[in-house]
């Protein structure tokens, strides 16, 4: 069975880093795209950053220049940087896997960014 699994949220202060890390365990089926969603409180979920199979990256504006996303095997990375307190949510890595491009949702991971 597929997991995603996301790692490195935390607390922060404004201007501060943080580095996500979704790692895909239990399948040999290879990453085609890869994204990272985010849910703050009382609102909707949002596409943060994409990568794909070869590597191209697109980034939601109320991120650009600041997050990277990145990949390797079976992961997906996410550097953020000059983090604000609206960055402040639920971090989820979405994945599309296998020939039949399976969508599957890591369970998330709080990323908190103090004033």
């Known amino acids: 069975q597929v997991r995603l699994v996301e790692s490195g949220g935390g607390l922060v202060q404004a201007g501060g880093s943080l580095r996500l890390s979704c790692a895909a365990s239990?399948?040999?089926?290879?990453?085609?795209?890869g994204n990272w969603y985010r849910q703050a409180p009382g609102k909707e979920r949002e596409l943060v950053a994409t990568i794909t199979r070869g590597d191209m990256t697109n980034y939601s504006d109320f991120v650009k220049g600041r997050f990277t996303i990145s990949r390797a095997k079976n992961t997906i990375d996410l550097q953020m940087n000059s983090l604000k307190p609206e960055d402040t949510a639920v971090y989820y890595c979405?994945?599309?896997?296998?020939?039949?491009?399976?969508?599957?949702w890591g369970q998330g991971t709080q990323v908190t960014v103090s004033s």
């Open positions: 239990g399948s040999i089926l290879s990453i085609n795209t």
């Open positions: 979405n994945a599309r896997m296998g020939a039949f491009n399976q969508v599957y």
